[in-house]
């Protein structure tokens, strides 16, 4: 079989099994549009009104599914347009495939129309790129892409193509490979045995044990093995934003996120624990706060798939280098033979001590309040959706309500920017689910300052009929911008308030889609049965909320957990 | 502590672009990093001295190790090695300073291999720090111009750093 360039890119992304390519043409990448239009009854192309969303589509379509997310854009502005999707999927490690056009490579470098360096400005925010400046390399560096943005820690990968590798009248034979070897790349297979029998030691001498969690353990795919080991060392879990969701969030040992806006309860079993397990997780400042102050108690161990991840910020005791699922299986095949259990009765007055962290209802807010308070929003959001969503979310406090008040049981269910924090992630981002699963309910809870950031993805929800319901918490401010500024300046609300906005309902409708407003707590929940009762439509629900809510409870930057500041209806006797 | 990290990388265009960009983006420091073709056409040989506390240099070679065109890395500190370097020293050479630049040039068994009547450059191989003692030996207001290479180093025995 003899392909063009063109071709062989459509053909490879046909053999890799791409579903979905997220894109936008431009002139670098018409000869690849071209052989795109012939194949469409086996790789169907979503057109987006700007190439970030193309790159968060693609990111919540690999968040949802696990599998590799693909995008194709121009060169240039098309590429640099890109760039922030491409580290947002980067600080996540999310896998991703970006395929960019470049000027044809007798010109690379004559500041040709629309030249950039493309893999120069990506290469700082990519697991790997490639410029591939031979039609001859062109079907084994796609291999090499997916199989580097899928495998190890996953990442984003860049394949940048030249128009004239792409010329159709250039023909060559064409297989692709299956396999590829690559000499500098072989991502950890197994941890190491001895030191998962010693960490698994360590977990059966704890008192005072805590299981970490994060975005790992739900990339890894090792949800029900963590179940499997939580249930049976009968531990307290807590997790990171991202690992929301890889532990049943309603379960009894889930002790709810950790960190910055973690609860009282989580963050205080960290100040205390003595045997910290830290799963798939990195040591984000978010989630530490100070260094210094960081579980100053405990021996930590930790399991991750890359070894840069290790004693990057903390120092830990026990590392394991190696691939969730698997180590998570290895210890409890180590379990299961050293037939010990732990302390029960040094376990069950931890649990005791939690509990009565627990009863300091960390989470509490005002339910007598006229005005609809997000948090409220957020848990009626639960109950209309039986707690089934797939959520994705903007960037500010309405994502950490979310990531408070909905309790994700299933890994996959919250899709967010965590580690970029990238306002104008959560609608593009609902593309990609709504076309993984058309069937599932989906949503996207964001601001009325995020949702401006990506609007125009509204056009693409009309073209692809996307029934995404958009929950839009609009306070009328950068929500988080200024709670920090009434907390740490004064409240000198420095250009945080979003004056001039838009009607969302008539804008929604100017889209060719329903618009909704409600500003009463007791409208709220028929309001949201109605949206998600259309179920063929794309909704935007513009739900007024309290402008002056805070996030609670805090730690802020430079505390140490047990520095938390709690909502303000607490009296100071309780906090005793 | 000073390291030098020796490494052989993919002889492919941005692999010396990955390897600096990573230094410069996550703050770390380059003292010297040099370059050059191996005996394997497919590989360059690359040697880059740093500074830091053993987290930071740890975390470092963890780095280095994730780029995909980092093939293979060696700590030269981890074990007994051998460095040099090269450097080239233009000197004002006047009548009354020939004598004891000569001098100088013998005892650090250094090479004049340029002479004008007004100058010298003087050739000098040697660890780091020789080079760095060299300077410092040379009399104030002498030195016209330096040019070193970077330190490359091997390791002693009869491993050596292949695939």
Known sequence: MELSGAEITIQALIDEGVEYVFGYPGGAVLHIYDALSKREDQIKHILVRHEQAATHAADGYARATGRVGVCLVTSGPGATNAVTGIATAYMDSIPMVVLTGQVPTPVIGSDAFQEVDTVGITRPCVKHNFLVKDVKDLAVTIRKAFHIASSG???????????DVTDPNIRIPYAYPREVSMRSYSPAQRGHQGQI?????????????????????VLGEASASLVDLVRSLGF???????????????????????????TYEANMAMHETDCLVAIGARFDDRVTGKIEHF??????????????????TVRVDVPIVGPVQSVLQDMLSILKELGGKPD??????????????????????????????????????????????????????????????????????????????????????????????????????????SILMCIQEMAT????????????????????????????????????YVDALPDFVALSNSFGHVGMRVEKPDELEGAMQEAFALKDRFVFLDVIVDPTENVYPMVAAGKGHHEMQLPPTMSDRELA | MRHILSMLVENESGALSRIAGLFSARGYNIESLTVAPTDDPSLSRMTLVTCGNDDIVEQIKKQLNKLIDVVKLQDLADSEHTEREMMLIKLKAGRQD???????????????????????????????????????????????????????????????LTL
């Open chain 1, 197 to 217: 029998r010693k960490a698994v030691e360590k977990m059966l001498a704890a008192r005072r044990p805590v299981i970490y969690t994060g975005g790992g353990v």
């Open chain 2, 98 to 160: 020939r004598e004891e630049l000569k001098r100088l040039t013998e005892i650090f068994r250094a090479k004049i291999i340029d002479v004008t009547e007004i100058s010298y450059v003087v050739e000098l191989t040697g660890a780091s720090r020789k080079l760095d003692a060299f300077i410092q030996a040379v009399p104030e207001g002498l030195i016209t111009e330096v040019v070193r290479s970077g330190a490359i180093g091997i390791s002693r025995g009869d491993k050596g």
């Open chain 1, 153 to 163: 820690r996953p990442g984003p990968v860049v394949v940048d193509i030249p128009k």
């Open chain 1, 461 to 496: 929800c009309k073209q692809y009929d996307l029934p995404i319901k958009v929950i839009l918490l609009n306070n009328g401010y950068m929500g988080m911008v200024r709670q920090w500024q009434e907390f740490f300046y004064d409240s000198r609300y420095a250009h945080s």
């Open chain 1, 295 to 312: 579980c100053p108690h405990a021996e930590i161990i930790h399991v991750d798939v890359d070894p840069a991840s290790i004693s990057k």
């Open chain 1, 236 to 262: 307290p879990i807590t997790s990171t934003l991202m690992g929301l969701g890889a532990y049943p969030m309603s379960d009894r040992q889930f002790l709810g996120m950790l960190g910055m806006h973690g």
């Open chain 1, 344 to 449: 029960q009765t040094a376990l069950d007055a931890w649990w005791r001590q939690i509990d009565e962290w627990r009863g300091m209802d960390c989470l509490r807010y005002d339910r007598g309040s006229g005005l609809i308070k997000p948090q409220f929003a957020v848990e009626t959001l639960h109950k209309v959706t039986n707690g089934e969503l797939y959520l994705t979310s903007d960037v500010g406090q309405h994502q950490m309500f979310a990531a408070q008040f909905y309790p994700f049981d299933k890994p996959r269910r919250w899709i967010n920017s965590g580690g970029l924090g990238t306002m104008g992630f959560g609608l593009p981002a609902a593309m990609g689910v709504q076309l993984a699963f058309p069937d599932a309910q989906v949503a996207c809870i964001s601001g009325e300052a």
